[in-house]
């Protein structure tokens, strides 16, 4: 599937410099070889995770800035600032990305949700619908959807709801992508 673009390239470390179009052509190979070997159920396929489900993950279940609380500190994530010890967290700037799961997970088991490297989500970059929406799917923005943050970032650009868009061709040492096994998606 390719080479290793990431400017920390490592065994346990995230893939990162990859941009959006690369993350959704990585999807697409893997849904193809893992089809072919039986192991994708019918109707569903890896990709990116859309923004909700990128969010519904992260939080796991709660409903605070951090889905290990209120407050996110330098020994909760890999990350460069904690504004809640206003505090460095001991990493320069040209740190890098750290191995993958080197922080405490958050209640359903995943890891690196804040901090470490951003992540890609499916959707276009968009403005809030206004009222309730139901698993939202936003198609046909220029840009695409990063969540989480990543090593570079002040814990409040890790939040759970914090969100930024970026070309879909862009790349950058502190993005990368989370793959998900989910239902099919028809824009």
């Given at each position: ?8 390239p ?8 990859v941009?959006?179009s ?5 999807c697409?190979a893997?849904?193809?070889?893992e ?6 159920p019918?109707g569903y396929?890896?990709?990116?995770p ?7 993950a ?5 409903t ?15 990350i ?32 690196d949700?804040?901090?470490n ?24 923005g220029p840009?695409r ?23 879909p061709?862009s ?14 998606l028809?824009?």
């Amino acid at each position: 599937m390719g080479s290793n673009p990431s400017d920390f390239p490592g065994a346990n470390r995230p893939v990162e410099r990859v941009s959006w179009s690369d993350a959704v052509a990585y999807c697409q190979a893997l849904t193809a070889q893992e089809s072919a070997l039986g192991n994708v159920p019918a109707g569903y396929e890896y990709r990116l995770p859309t923004e909700a489900e990128w969010e519904h993950a992260c939080r796991a279940g709660i409903t605070t800035e951090f889905n290990l609380g209120s407050t996110l500190f330098c020994d909760d994530a890999w990350i460069f600032f904690s504004q809640h010890s206003n505090s460095f967290c001991g990493i320069a700037i040209d740190f890098g990305s750290t191995d993958v799961g080197s922080f405490p997970p958050n209640l359903w088991g995943l890891v690196d949700m804040h901090g470490n490297v951003s992540e890609w989500c499916l959707d276009s970059f968009a403005s809030y619908p206004v009222g309730p929406v139901t698993d939202p799917f936003v198609t046909g923005g220029p840009a695409r959807v990063q969540r989480g943050g990543g090593w570079q970032s002040p814990s409040y650009v890790c939040r759970s709801a914090s969100r930024v868009g970026n070309a879909p061709g862009s790349t950058n040492a502190t993005v990368g992508f989370r793959v998900v096994l989910a239902p099919i998606l028809v824009p």
